[in-house]
């Protein structure tokens, strides 16, 4: 089964996620004696991050380097991949399920007429065997998808859930001659706003560090930070603290926000309502600090200190200060 993967940039970078992407489409390509492809899409100078697509698993890159993907086009980015795919026999199109992943991915599919299972959690099987596990009803239960054999399809895959793909690759970059027209696009980005530059998106953040309304009023979320920072990850947020204004609704974590799935999670004055526990449950490890034994976010971490945040946080933070510093 040969598969073609999309890989996400961004000002010429190559997203976390892509990487991951491909590794899954690496595993699956191997099971089946297939080829995988990438599809890199972006403005002038983007050719250099093919190297990377073959060292992490592309056998091929189609590439679309042309000013026309450069901000991204839902509409441009559709009628790319699509003839990309048109362009092999592919079985499958993986997608990162990222912000511009969950956009392109549904439209591809669509323009294809294939089927999409979204925002997958875990690949199980191989070859004509495999099935995909994703979360429904806000994370409190999962199912379990299979393909019809014969059928393409198209995946996409949560950040932070699977490894990045390693290879000793050299791929074949191939020009792609995707035939999008500026009168293709419909609707057009004019300028892109960053709130707060420089900080870490909980979205990419490998750790994360979040605050509820337990935090007690905005002066106090630079504690958050100061140990997010301490452990290198993003300052994270419950809906209730982004409600009440005290921080930028980016940080949000949860359904309405943004799910995530890092390494570490740790939540700080977090209850753990359903709509939270949604967007980090699949967090491979996570951490509660609540004064509450009875708060529900006990019942899915993996450690639970129970005790006032404003004494146990700062002495976390100056704890990793002092591993890092030695």
């Given at each position: 089964m040969n598969i073609l993967a999309f890989a996400e940039q961004r000002s010429g970078s190559l997203k976390k996620a892509s990487l991951e992407v491909l590794g899954v489409a690496r595993r699956l390509a191997d099971a089946s004696s297939g080829s995988v492809a990438a599809v890199l899409l972006g403005g002038p100078g983007v050719s250099g991050s093919a190297e990377a697509l073959g060292q992490s698993g592309a056998d091929r890159v189609f590439l679309g380097e042309d000013a026309l993907f450069e901000p991204y086009s839902g509409d441009a980015y559709m009628l790319a991949v699509a003839k990309a795919f048109q362009s092999g026999e592919f079985g499958?199109?993986?997608?990162?399920?990222?912000?511009?992943?969950?956009?392109?991915?549904?439209?591809?599919?669509?323009?294809?007429?294939?089927?999409?299972?979204s925002d997958v959690t875990e690949v199980l099987g191989e070859g004509d065997?495999?099935?995909?596990?994703?979360?429904?009803?806000?994370?409190?239960?999962?199912?379990?998808?299979?393909?019809?054999?014969?059928?393409?399809?198209?995946?996409?895959?949560?950040?932070?859930?699977?490894?990045?793909?390693?290879?000793?690759?050299?791929?074949?970059v191939i020009p792609l001659d995707h035939g999008v027209a500026s009168t293709d696009i419909r609707a057009l980005v004019e300028r892109l706003a960053t709130a707060e530059g420089g900080l870490l998106d909980v979205a990419e953040a490998d750790i994360i560090v979040s605050g509820g309304r337990g935090m007690k009023g905005p002066e106090n979320?630079?504690?958050?930070?100061?140990?997010?920072?301490?452990?290198?990850?993003?300052?994270?947020?419950?809906?209730?603290?982004?409600?009440?204004?005290?921080?930028?609704?980016?940080?949000?974590?949860?359904?309405?926000?943004?799910?995530?799935?890092?390494?570490?999670?740790?939540?700080?004055?977090?209850?753990?309502?359903?709509?939270?526990?949604?967007?980090?449950?699949?967090?491979?490890?996570?951490v509660a600090v609540n004064k509450d034994p009875e708060a529900p976010i006990f019942k899915v971490a993996s450690y639970g200190i129970v005790g006032d945040l404003f004494e146990i946080v700062p002495k976390l933070t100056a704890a990793v200060k002092e591993l890092e510093s030695s």
């Open positions: 499958v199109v993986l997608f990162p399920a990222t912000a511009m992943g969950k956009d392109l991915a549904p439209r591809v599919s669509a323009k294809l007429d294939i089927g999409l299972v065997g495999v099935r995909f596990k994703r979360p429904i009803y806000a994370g409190k239960a999962y199912s379990t998808l299979a393909p019809k054999p014969g059928k393409a399809y198209a995946v996409s895959l949560r950040p932070n859930v699977f490894p990045a793909g390693e290879s000793a690759r050299s791929a074949e979320f630079p504690m958050i930070q100061e140990l997010a920072e301490a452990f290198g990850g993003a300052m994270g947020a419950s809906r209730a603290a982004v409600d009440a204004g005290w921080i930028d609704h980016a940080h949000q974590v949860g359904q309405t926000g943004k799910v995530v799935s890092p390494s570490l999670y740790i939540a700080c004055g977090i209850s753990g309502a359903i709509q939270h526990l949604a967007g980090m449950s699949t967090s491979k490890v996570i």
